[in-house]
């Protein structure tokens, strides 16, 4: 043997010799798509209202970012704790690997809140509306694929092909907008008129409603797609293991809140609305914690 190859051999390094038991991508990244969704929806329907309701919206101008800044912070955290070496996360920045969907979410969330920074500093200190409106549209146009990175990172895991690119999106697009239109009603409710709180239900409804289709064409037509997207599905069908977990957030985050916001309208009820909000908030962790864990139950072998 040459002398090259036998300092190749005894400089060699095993980087997996066996199969990782049990899920990768536990419950943490669950709470991180969660907050995820919070933080980028709120700023989109903080948006939405200054164009619609100006002389209402003008005085969440500052709590909203604030709210942005806490839940996109608990999306980091959470992505952070779930990291394997999570003290060699400088790496990303320092050696960035371009084609990795997970280096360029972190680039694009770095500047993201380095945005919201900037709004609250224009809100709170400067208190210069114009300028605030003038860069909140570069951050609303930046919170559009900080929501779908998630989505290009998990299509990108092999032989999981329940995690596919445009539907993944579409969903991520659809719950920012779900929770972020809940969270207002919710939160910043009592601070807006009727009408405004009625614009935020007309959201929740319709990504409740789209949300809920494109499950239920994952669910029925999935498994003509591909043998292994029919054997994850049989997770949550019959005496499945989530089975009962996914039907509660399928009817908590979606069915309910629609059912509830119709009720909403003939009496004109903010505690309805507030209860649609609240159910939608709470079903959707519990839809995305079942479609984040139910390929990863599949053997791959």
């Known amino acids: 043997m040459a002398a090259h190859e036998i300092l190749a051999a005894t400089n060699a390094i095993v980087t997996l010799d066996v199969a990782l038991p049990g899920t990768v991508w536990p419950w943490l990244v669950t709470v991180n798509m969660w907050a995820k969704s919070i933080g980028t929806g709120v700023i989109f329907m903080l ?3 200054l164009k619609k309701y100006p002389d209402q919206a003008g005085k969440l101008r500052f709590p909203t970012t604030i709210v942005s800044i806490i839940f996109i912070h608990i999306f980091l955290l959470f992505t952070l704790a779930d990291l394997h070496q999570p003290f060699r996360m400088w790496h990303i920045f320092f050696y960035p690997h371009l084609t990795s969907a997970i280096t360029v979410g972190a ?9 919201l920074f900037l709004l609250a500093f224009l809100s709170f200190i400067k208190k210069d509306d114009a300028a605030f409106d003038k860069v909140l549209v570069w951050v609303v146009a930046l919170a559009v694929p900080v929501t779908l990175y998630t989505a ?27 929770s972020g239109s809940a969270f207002m009603i919710l939160v910043f409710g009592g601070k807006l008129s009727w009408e405004a709180n009625r614009s935020m239900s007309n ?52 069915l309910l809140p629609i059912l509830l ?9 903010a505690s309805i609305l507030k209860l649609a909000a609240i159910l939608a908030l709470v079903g959707l962790f519990l839809v995305k914690h079942v479609w984040l864990m139910i390929p990863q139950l599949l053997p791959m072998s």
């Open 107 to 115: 680039w694009m969330a770095t500047v993201f809140v380095g945005l």
């Open 152 to 178: 290009a990172l998990m299509s990108q895991c092999t032989a999981r092909e329940l995690w596919q690119m445009p539907t993944e999106s579409a969903q991520m697009i659809f719950a920012a907008l779900l």
């Open 203 to 254: 959201i929740l409804a319709l990504s409740a409603f789209m949300s809920f289709i494109l499950y239920m064409s994952e669910y029925v037509f999935g498994p003509m797609k591909a043998e292994e997207v029919a054997a994850v599905l049989e997770y949550i069908k019959g005496d499945g293991p989530y089975t009962v977990m996914f039907w509660l957030g399928q009817w908590i985050a979606y």
């Open 261 to 269: 916001i119709v009720l909403s309208r003939s009496s004109k009820s």
């Open 47 to 49: 948006f939405l209202l």
